[in-house]
Each structure stands twice: as C-alpha cells, then as structure tokens.
C-alpha cells in the first residue's frame, strides 16, 4: 500500500510518478523501498490515468435499502406452569 500512497502523493502534488520520485517519498517516509516493487509499480501506472481512475472510485455506490428480517409472529403463549405454592398445597390436601 505504501508504493501507491506514495504514488498518488506524488500524483497530487503535481509531480511525475517516477522510480525515483516514489523511492524519494518512501525515504522521507522512513521506508525502505525495494527496487523491484517500485519498477513494477510504475510499469504498471503506465498505462493509467490516475485522475480518471480515483473519479470512477469516488462515486458512490447504492446499495439497496437494509430491510428488516420479519419478527415471527409468537406462538400460543404456554400456559404458566404451577405455582410451586399450589403444588404443596394439592400434596398436603392427600
């Protein structure tokens, strides 16, 4: 992520994106820059227009509207089970 944050703060600023333009940024970044990642990375903005490319992003995507599961309807509520007092009481009528 870092070779492309270094690319578009290049891009921005009115800058070439260069080989040696994003190695410069990276150094100020304190990164080491590995040559390979920064040839691959400007062979492969070669053929990109930057400012095209982060418009197409920039627009919003709709996702459809977040709608609610149904809530299930409750069942018949059970019947509430036996008083532990009412319990006792039938045991002690015995």
């Known amino acids: 992520m870092e ?3 270094a690319a578009l703060l290049l ?5 070439e994106v260069t080989e040696d333009g994003v190695k410069a940024v990276m ?3 304190g990164i080491k820059a590995d040559k390979g990642r920064v040839k691959a990375l400007i062979s492969a903005l070669s053929d990109v227009n930057i400012d095209e490319a982060m418009e197409q992003q920039a627009q919003p ?10 809530t299930a309807m409750p069942a018949e ?3 509430p089970a036996a008083a532990p007092e009412a319990a006792e ?4 009528e015995k």
């Open 3 to 5: 070779y492309i944050y």
């Open 11 to 15: 891009h921005n600023s009115g800058k």
């Open 27 to 29: 150094d100020a970044a």
């Open 61 to 70: 995507v709709y996702a459809p509207a977040a709608v609610a599961p149904p």
């Open 77 to 79: 509520a059970p019947e």
């Open 89 to 92: 009481t039938e045991k002690k």
